[in-house]
């Protein structure tokens, strides 16, 4: 039954965002808002909204470690498993814009997040913060499309298009229809999700924070997976890579941000294995995309290196969890050998010319 109820909540999460997306898309262009600037907010935000949708419900329930770990874990997740296979399919290219504006904003959303855990708690003021954070980015990114390129203003035309007029789709009622049933599965599938999640917990014998690191996290991402993955099997390889780094962004001031407001006075508990570990590995991730992303593209080796990191990062959790004898042998050759290697190389692939077509 907590397997059933678990997949239901996912399905209902994947569709949910779909629905909310598209009623919102399809009602924003009809009211002559561009594409970019639809593309930059209700799709930025709908890819997010299963980890907003889980992080608030895990609030409501009282499971505040698991809306920690979804944010965190989808953050890991994002980038060393989306962002891997991704380049395994076919080498990624990443635009300028990426590495001069976003990819140092997510560090420092990453970094504000870790100062701001460091009293042991994210308070109402933080979440608050938080909130009025990602308001001011999202504003920023729809000014700064005002300037763009026409290359860049077209960038979404071919996905997102207004309702064709008589189109099943083109009336504002079934829009709104839309929305709120996105909405209603966003709600109920976080809902059975979270309460799956605990009952995992419960039976595996370890706890919600590593659940949601884990499970939660990958089964949230179900959207940035599919976008991602099927904006590089198209040939759109700058915004596979854009699109997790804009999700890493808006997990924090967003998810995060609202977490934080619905649990009140009481704020979202930032336990001691979170500080001690997790949120440093999700540090580490985030700076560990600027030497990669510099060189202009993301080859199928360094994917495979960032899926095979995740899978040492998920390994890690389960045998931390367990207690289990092989942990400490593990860990001292991920630290003596695994990780000094994988440095050393970034840096003589850095120093290979960056690809004219990246530009």
Known sequence: MNVLLFVAGLVGLVVGADLLVRGASKMALSLGISPLVVGLTIVAFGTSAPEMAVSAGAVLNGQTDIAIGNVVGSNIFNVLFILGVSALIVPLLVHQQIIRQEVPIMIGASVLL????????????????????????????????????????????????????GAWDAKLPVQLALIVAGLVGLVLGSEALVTASVAFAKQLGVSDLVIGLTIVAAGTSMPEVATSIMAAIKGERDIAVGNVVGSNTFN?????????????QTGLTMTGAVMNFDIWVMLAVAFACLPVFLKGRIARWEGAVFVGYYGSYVIYLILAAQQHAALPAFSQAMLSFVLPLTVITLIVSMMRPRPTEAA
């Open 114 to 165: 870790l100062v701001l855990g460091l009293d042991g708690r994210i308070s109402l003021l933080d979440g608050a913060l938080l909130l009025g954070l990602v308001l001011a980015y999202t504003t920023y990114l729809v000014v700064q499309s005002r300037r763009e390129s026409a290359a860049a203003a077209t960038e979404y035309d071919d996905e997102l298009k207004p309702a064709e007029v």
């Open 252 to 264: 924090i001031l967003g998810c995060l941000g609202l977490s934080g407001v619905l649990a009140g």
